[in-house]
């Protein structure tokens, strides 16, 4: 099965700075890559699918890029509802698997 | 707006079987693929199958042996058993349905989890 690695495991940041959230990929998966966003006690947040498509009513400063088994998302300034754990999920190859998560913290 | 709710038992013997229910509302169960996906308390996510409105499914091989995902269109439901739990499979379970006709995710709705506790 393919492995993704998120990097870093946390990352400390201020509202209104820039965050870069990292997922590799064990093999290429194409551009079949997606990020979710989990608050604590509640279900994860589709955001970003296939690679750098918006899902439906999320908002501009969430952003996709990558290809093959190195992806990035960013948060262009972060608001204070953006802070939680990020999860990036490949389709390529069965079975489906997600990365270990970043969690963004103030 | 669709919505998914998880249902059943909360607390489940060692070597007994995990039964869970998801009920979609606000859409048909049609033309979807609809998986559940679990988190142990403090950890990652792992995908454990797929069914689909005809019947046909997809496990994780590393469940497979124990996992059976069934669906009910008259009900707009579909379920989920795990046979022989251990405490391994202590977690919040999620049901979720699949973005268009993808198979492997992502996913677009989810359920809001149902944690499952196995013990004695």
């Known amino acids: 099965e393919i492995v993704l690695t998120q990097s870093p495991a946390t990352l400390s940041l201020s509202p209104g700075e820039r965050a870069t959230l990292s997922c590799r990929a064990s093999?290429?998966?194409?551009?079949?890559l997606a990020w979710y966003q989990q608050k604590r006690d509640q279900a994860p947040r589709l955001l970003i699918y296939?690679?750098?498509n918006r899902a439906t009513g999320i908002p501009a400063r969430f952003s996709g890029s990558g290809s093959a088994t190195d992806f990035t998302l960013t948060i262009s300034s972060l608001e204070p509802e953006d802070f939680a754990v990020y999860y990036c999920q490949q389709r390529y190859s069965w079975p489906p698997t997600f990365g270990g998560g970043t969690k963004v913290e103030i | 707006q669709v919505q998914l709710q998880e249902s059943g038992p909360g607390l489940v013997k060692p070597s007994e079987t995990l039964s869970l229910t998801c009920t979609v509302s606000?859409?048909?169960?049609?033309?979807?693929?609809w998986s559940w996906v679990r988190q142990p308390p403090g950890e990652g996510l792992e995908w454990i199958g797929y069914?689909?409105?005809?019947?046909?499914?997809n496990y994780n091989p590393s469940l497979k042996s124990r996992v059976t995902i069934s669906v009910d269109t008259s009900k707009n439901q579909f379920s989920l058993k795990l046979s022989a739990v251990t405490a391994a499979d202590t977690a919040v379970y999620y049901c979720?349905?699949?973005?268009?006709?993808?198979?492997?995710?992502?996913?677009?709705?989810w359920g809001q989890g149902s944690l499952v506790i196995v013990s004695s």
């Open positions: 296939d690679t750098s």
């Open positions: 069914v689909f409105y005809t019947g046909s499914t």
């Open positions: 979720a349905r699949g973005l268009r006709a993808y198979t492997y995710g992502p996913w677009d709705y």
């Open positions: 093999q290429s998966v194409s551009n079949y």
């Open positions: 606000g859409g048909s169960i049609s033309n979807y693929y």
